[in-house]
């Protein structure tokens, strides 16, 4: 069985990764290294930028994560930025942003990218996006960051109302996962 580490502190990047890859004979263990986010205006870059800072110091195949929300009503905001914004302002602070946004106008997309790195190569990115739209309140416990704010395109539900599987099955993360698991499965 191949082991691939998975660089990230988020325990629920974590989780929702796991259960993705019991699909393939491939052992996920969680590396927490951290590595510098670059101020840029693509989660590409982001991602390209930790790969090569993590491949300075770890000798072993692994993936990395980076997510953003976009928000179309804040053109894009928090976007790149979206970890950022969660630790400084919180749920709170975005609905705050969007309190005289209508319904309508409360569009978004959560977008992710996985870089997989193996040594001495250039990342191999993986992209997924989930469209959908910003509640009005928090709703759900379940899932992390921005999650009981999201409701999914077809759903009425936040991803906080939802368990990691059928959460998986909508989400941007589950996405870009899929994309992933293929490549390995080739």
Known sequence: MKTVYF???????????????????????QKDLGYPEIQADALE??????????????EHPFILED?????????????????????????????KLLDEIEETKRG???RSVFAYSEPDQKPIIFIGECQGKITFEEKGTNGFGYDPIFVPVGELRTFAQMETEEKNS??????????????FNK
């Open 45 to 58: 870059d982001v991602a390209r930028f930790g790969v090569e800072h993590i491949q300075k110091r770890f």
């Open 67 to 95: 997510a953003g929300l976009f928000i179309d009503a804040l053109d894009g905001f928090p976007g790149v930025y979206s970890s950022y914004v969660f630790y400084t302002v919180g749920l709170k602070g975005i609905l």
């Open 7 to 29: 660089i990230t502190g988020n325990k629920g990047k974590l989780k929702e990764a796991k259960k993705k890859f019991l699909k393939v004979d491939i052992n996920v263990v």
């Open 108 to 110: 978004a997309q959560f």
């Open 170 to 183: 909508f989400s941007h993360r589950g996405k870009s996962l899929d994309k992933l698991i293929d490549f």
